[in-house]
């Protein structure tokens, strides 16, 4: 689900909170090690995230945030701000060159350079806070 964030609207604040879980507070991400990723360029897109980034070829990029139920990631296009809300169910990260998400029949590719370099730590948590949200279903006993 895509939503238009560039102004706050209470709607998509309790569609987030009911989909994913509330946002962490301030100790709870130093706890954590921060919850937010560094602003990492933007390499590809499904032809269905084509609308929401930037015509001309202008560098485009986009941040993920943790929840605990799953993640929000932060596309800016313009003046205008795109929210992406992804559950921890639908998410499937793979390691390409750079770092490729799907979910819901779309994809984001982010292009391997310093700032994605940068983000190391933060993939390894986010990876961490799957495989926790996964392992809670886990129904066969080894």
């Known amino acids: 689900m895509i939503l238009n964030s560039t102004y706050n609207d209470k709607d998509h604040k309790e569609m987030i909170t009911d989909l994913i879980g509330k946002p962490y507070s301030f100790f709870e991400a130093i706890r954590l090690g921060g919850i937010g990723s560094k602003r990492m360029m933007i390499n590809d897109v499904s032809p ?3 609308s929401y980034l930037n015509y001309v070829d202008d560098f485009n990029y986009a941040n993920i945030e943790l929840r605990s139920g799953g993640i929000l990631i932060y596309i800016n296009k313009g003046l205008k701000n795109f929210t992406w809300v992804i559950p921890f169910y639908h998410l499937v990260l793979y390691k390409t060159n750079g770092a490729s998400i799907h979910a819901q029949g779309k994809f984001i ?5 310093v700032t994605f370099r940068e983000n190391k730590g933060f993939f390894k948590r986010l990876m961490d806070m799957k495989v926790a949200y996964d392992e809670r279903f886990n129904f066969i006993d080894v």
């Open 48 to 50: 269905n995230l084509q």
């Open 109 to 113: 590719n982010f292009k391997n350079n």
